[in-house]
């Protein structure tokens, strides 16, 4: 399937950029303690600036009011006063909140560093699949005890 | 009279006749057309959207579970894609989720494979709601078999929620998730069972069987969930039924005798194109059926083809979804496999000391990937933001599950498709508005449903639960529109898919539903549309009359 032709392929301008890393970064940060990266590493950001396009404009609209709370720019404030105007924009922005929260999980929970740190194998589901337990049908025995539950409508 | 069609008409590439027009090839497209190819009448089927190729579904990539969300979304506004037409739902609590191309939605479905229960059928005899259908549980049960042996059902005979059913193949696998719900089903004493899936658990027709995926909401690689893409239509093609991808239907066109003399499409090139018929039958789904019903009103039919009962558009039934999720000490089923794996048909019955009527069906499901997991784990604040992240995560990820309640959604007049006078497609036909309400019956429903889902997880021993109700990205199931019926004055087609204004135009989708029951609709849906089939091979030479 191909993309719908009319659909806007605006990048993000550099500011823009600047604040979503930071935004991202603040989100899912990067962890000793789990060998991890954060969102805002350089293949993973790359990533998700080439994933963002039908969220541009929702993305743009989020950036532009955490500048907005920020009183100029985010990437100007103190680490922690970044930290509370984050927490105030989820707080009053829910919706939007959720579409940079989206668009950062799609790209970070795809990084092989990350699945394999939460044991996942770096692979696609197709071709090899997964194994799920049969399990025991007998476990059904009281059900079938009890009969018939459905309604005659005759 | 000459009108302005007519005019169109002229200007407009026209095609050969054939005898059999069919709108839409998803799931009752596909099954009339199998069903009528053995006439060797001429049979053509107009499809918006084109063929799929498995190796492009999303569980062929590193990026399954994002793609999931875009190209492969089960909303057709997120997906925006040139087969897609917008459907304004702003008005609506439950967003309306479709899949446009050969297979229609059984691309996208779970293939969650319930039957209506027999009592669906009489649900003004029974509980004096609604209206009665015109056909019964007795009358399709022939066709639900013939439906399962297409469509490849794997099932589990003897439950007691239904009617002796014959089990064609092993039910798809318990897993943790199957035993843990059971065990706690069990404890309460209440009903559960393996679902019927339209899913492969042996090689079957020539498909391989189902290896796990648990991507079928977006397309299954493998070719184990009953897609009719690679069910009826594979048979159909060979049986000489001519399927045209990227051809949109825009209105039906009438002569002065009030019957169907076929319909405008624009093809690939964005041509319009006249396409004669015999017989049109529509197959696009609840409301793409009614939207091209409206958009072909004319001066013969100025309300909309075959609306004089002005019940076109109206009765819009969605299937309000309470979600209840929890997590396990335990390491459950994750991503892997089917997700939906058991149902409970213990709230199904009307049982007046519940305080609404009719009922809901459960449905239990298996975890979700991680990209969902951080998603819905920060939506529900049980993930944060910053250094707390990753071990919350950790918490969730591969230890959830859950069950979505289905609730029967009793027909509103209030509750319709319209045109939207703003918005067009790429062809510039109007787009479908959705005006939708929940009724009182409906939101204690979900209630119940909530609460006793929260009973059932604390019984199965989850901590940390969340619900959502209803769930707004959930409109999957679109019936009602164009009601079947016996009465003129109150429904669209009469009992067996004729529609009672233009008696050469049928409607095989779930418009025609007369209610909705408390379960998913496709097995019904396609059953009701082998039955109509099997009315219009039987009464051919007095189809009309």
Known sequence: ?154 | MSSSLDVEKDTAAMNDPVDVLIIGAGASGAAVAWSLAETKMRIVCLEQGDWTKPSDFPSTGRDWEARAMEDYAISPNRRGLPADYPVNDDASPIKIANYNGVGGGTVFYAAHFPRLHPSDFRVRSLDGVADDWPVDYHTLEPFYELNDRMMGVSSLAGDPAYPEKKAMMPPIPMGRTGKTFGTAMNHLGWHWWPSDAAILTEDYDGRAACINLGQCGSGCAQGAKGATDVTYWQEALRSRVELRTQCRVSRIETNEAGMATGVFYFDADNKEVFQPAEIVIMACNGIGTPRILLNSASERFPNGLANSSGLVGRNLMLHPYAQMRGHFDEKMDGYRGAPICTWSMEFYETDLSREFLRGYSYQFSRGIGPVRTAITGMDDGLVPWGEGHHAAFRRLFDHSAGMVSICEDLPEEINRVTLDPQRCDSNGIPAAKIDYRLSDNTRRMLDHSVSRGIEILKAAGAHTITTKAPLPYAGWHLMGTARMGTDPRRSVVNEWGRSHDVKNLFIVDGSIFVTSGGVNPTSTIQALALYIADQIKSRIYELFD
């Open chain 1, 1 to 154: 399937m191909t993309k719908s032709k009319d659909r806007t392929s605006d990048e993000l301008s550099h500011s823009e950029r600047k604040t979503l890393r930071c935004v991202v970064g603040h989100m899912i940060p990067l962890s000793l303690e789990f060998g991890v990266p954060g969102a805002d590493d350089p293949d993973i950001f790359a990533d998700i600036l080439r994933s963002i396009d039908r969220d541009r404009d929702a993305i743009g609209e989020a950036l532009r009011m955490i500048d907005t709370l920020a009183h100029g720019r985010l990437i100007d404030l103190p680490r922690t006063e970044q930290a509370r105007c984050l927490l105030d924009f989820r707080n009053e922005h829910k919706t939007l909140a959720g579409v940079l929260e989206a668009a950062a999980a799609r790209c970070y929970y795809r990084d092989d560093r990350v699945m394999a740190s939460i044991n996942m194998e770096a692979r696609p589901p197709f071709p090899k699949g997964y194994l799920v337990e049969q399990g025991d049908w007998s476990l059904l025995d009281p059900v079938r005890a009890r009969g018939r539950i459905f309604r005659d409508a005759n």
